[in-house]
């Protein structure tokens, strides 16, 4: 991760804490082309509403970095622009409970109530609370052997109970910038920016397909620890290595492709560590021949 981005998540974080984010939203970064005003205009009220302005802000600050870039044109900034919010927008329970409050607020004749259940793994819950508090409490949790078992949690709207509830869980946006899981969340974007910037500049061929990893990654529970551990999987095996000048892999863009078509719903990523595996072989056994 780049210092910039350390120094504005830290800054942004800080702000919300000490009640120092203001209302003033941010304006759209200098020289945004028109074509992707919409799409970044979008993403900074969700950003809004999901955690505040000083939030949106570090998505403008992020997105700023390649604006004018060499080799992004418009349609590419409009992905970034378009995936980096939907990452930023990261589902949790904080932001269940928001979207469910937010159906009290719909248009007429919308239903009085409803009730949704969610699974999440216990770890997940206490991930989003405070790491102060959350990195005590999933010790413990390791210790009892439950890190991994998992909870229903009701999300309703049919009850002032419901309701009231659902308030406390959404007001703990507060909180959320200094969860354990906002901290994994700024890592992976911070690195998925990286690689992009890198991609631009070793394989700018590549640089569209490894914006689309981002769409690799959503939900929360098994799905999106499924979809997180794909995606370092993919990126330490091909991108990385190739960036590095460690892997002669010509066509990044392609074998991307090929390692994606391998993801399953496992575990233990079997199919996909093999696609992996055999990309890298076909790369090592055409460098020998072409010393031959």
């Known amino acids: 991760m780049s210092d910039r981005g350390i120094l504005s998540s830290l800054r942004y ?8 984010d203001d209302d003033e939203p941010p304006f759209l970064p200098e020289g945004l082309p028109e074509p992707v005003m919409a799409v970044a205009s979008e993403a900074i009220h969700l950003l809004i509403d999901y955690q505040g302005p000083g ?76 790491a102060v508090i959350a990195e005590y409490l999933l010790d413990a949790l390791e210790w009892v052997g439950w ?14 109970f ?21 901290a994994k969340e700024r890592v992976w974007v911070e690195r998925w920016l990286h ?17 689309q990893t981002a769409t690799m990654i959503e939900g929360y529970g098994d799905v999106y620890r499924q979809g997180m551990a794909d995606w370092n999987a993919i990126i330490d095996g091909l991108a990385k290595p190739t960036f590095d000048g460690v892997l002669a892999l010509s066509d990044l863009a392609g074998a991307i ?24 072989a076909r790369v090592s056994a055409g460098a020998d021949t072409a010393v031959r």
């Open 195 to 211: 690689m992009i910037d890198r991609s631009l500049t070793k394989q700018p061929q590549a640089a569209p397909t490894i914006i």
């Open 162 to 182: 419901g309701i009231r509830r659902l308030k406390i869980e959404a007001g703990l946006r507060r909180w959320r910038l200094l969860s354990v899981r906002y």
């Open 13 to 20: 974080l800080f702000a919300d804490f000490i009640g120092d």
């Open 55 to 130: 939030y949106a802000r570090l998505y403008v600050d992020r997105l700023r970095r390649f604006i004018g870039k060499r080799g992004v044109d418009d349609v590419m900034l409009g992905e970034i622009a378009r995936l980096m919010a939907m990452r930023m927008s990261y589902q949790d329970p904080i932001r269940i409970a928001q979207l469910k409050l937010a159906e009290l607020h719909g248009p007429p004749g919308a239903s009085a109530g409803s009730v949704e259940v969610k699974k999440f793994r216990l770890e997940e819950l206490i991930g989003a609370l405070p």
């Open 257 to 280: 492709a090929e390692a994606r078509a391998a993801v399953s719903p496992d575990p233990r990523q079997t199919a996909l560590k093999r696609k992996i595996a055999e990309i890298r």
């Open 147 to 160: 890190t991994h078992k998992r909870v229903s949690i009701r999300f309703s709207t049919a009850s002032r």
